[in-house]
């Protein structure tokens, strides 16, 4: 087969130490442990501590596990893509700064912004990358250090989000294996619902912003969870049908892990078995990028090559898709 597709070949994480559970955010907010449970599926989540630390120090973190594991040379990365809704700063892109850290200093790098859906749409960025033949190892990285925008006295966020990054090595391949398909939307009907209001062109930082705690992530939950169970739903079913998929198919279901009953939602309506439902938000919240490759690193143990995952999320904007791949490996 000549035909270049672009396989996962290898996987990295990091997550902080630092352990926020529902019983210590019951000391910060009006809030306990079995509500944050029953309604998100959210036990605990991880927040990066120390000064002067951000998103770059979780991705570089995530990409010196997986040069690490898989004895990747620095030198041969072509492109470093950070799918991140939480940059270091404006303008300086974080990539860049990730990627001279770790030693890719033959790769160019950019900064991907699609909230919850950033990594999954970078996949769809490395893919094509990959696919036009000019480049052939692509590491996409999705980090998030949502600590730094969550105000601990909303308890409407503070218990979903926490910090974290995984880290993937997109390569060509001729056997079929890789991304296959992919449905990727956005409507930006979704831009008042899950937002932050200062800080952007249309209303920059100033005293008064930073008094109204308009710095802070909004989300008017019942609406956002509304499309987001209809949204994932929809694209993971649509391509299941597109290429032939049945139940029995799909090995894996690698859902954005925002919260138990979307994931589960997204579950039944492709009428998948409950062992075939990848779930890790018990342990770190909704990491908005780095969830979809820290299901990658936690499971990767149960991938066997030519196993059929679906990949899909949901994210402010509002943004969704569904990607279709075929695992290329057997982890040894």
Aim: hydrophobic share 40%.
């Amino acid at each position: 087969m000549n035909t270049i597709t672009a396989a996962i070949t290898a996987v990295g994480a990091y997550v902080p130490d630092f352990v926020l559970s529902n019983k210590l955010l019951e000391t910060m907010v009006d809030t306990n442990d079995e509500w944050i449970t029953t309604r998100t599926g959210i036990k605990e989540r991880r927040i990066l501590k120390g000064d002067k630390l951000g998103t770059s120090y979780l991705a570089i973190k995530a990409g010196e596990d997986l040069i690490k594991k898989s004895g990747l040379d620095p030198a041969e990365i072509d492109l470093v893509l950070v799918a991140t809704t939480t940059p270091d700063m404006p303008v300086a892109a974080t990539a860049v700064y990730v990627a001279t850290q770790l030693g890719a200093v033959n790769a160019f790098a950019y900064d991907l912004q699609a909230a919850c859906s950033g990594f999954l749409y970078g996949m769809s960025t490395a893919s094509a990358f990959i696919q036009s033949g000019k480049y052939k190892k692509v590491l996409l990285i999705g980090a998030d250090k949502m600590s730094s925008i969550i105000d601990y006295t909303d308890r409407a966020t503070c218990i979903i989000f926490g910090d974290g990054a995984g880290a993937v090595l997109f390569e060509p391949n001729f056997e079929g294996l890789g991304v296959i398909d992919e449905i990727l939307r956005s409507d930006g009907i979704g831009r008042e619902y899950l937002k932050i209001d200062a800080g952007g062109s249309i209303l920059p930082a100033s005293k008064e912003t930073v008094e109204n705690r308009q710095h802070y992530v909004f989300q008017d939950g019942k609406t956002v969870f509304k499309y987001a169970v209809t949204g994932m739903a929809d694209v993971s079913e649509k391509i299941m049908k597109k290429n032939d998929l049945t139940k029995d198919d799909v090995d894996w279901l690698i859902a954005h892990q925002a919260n138990r009953r979307i994931i589960d939602a997204t579950a039944q309506r492709m009428e998948l078995d409950d062992d075939k439902v990848l779930v890790n938000i018990e342990k770190y919240g909704n990491t908005t990028s780095g969830t979809l490759p820290l299901l990658l690193a936690d499971f990767e143990h149960k991938f066997k090559k030519g196993d059929n995952l679906i990949f899909a999320a949901f994210g402010g904007g509002f943004t969704w898709g569904s990607i279709y791949l075929k695992w290329a490996y057997n982890k040894l």
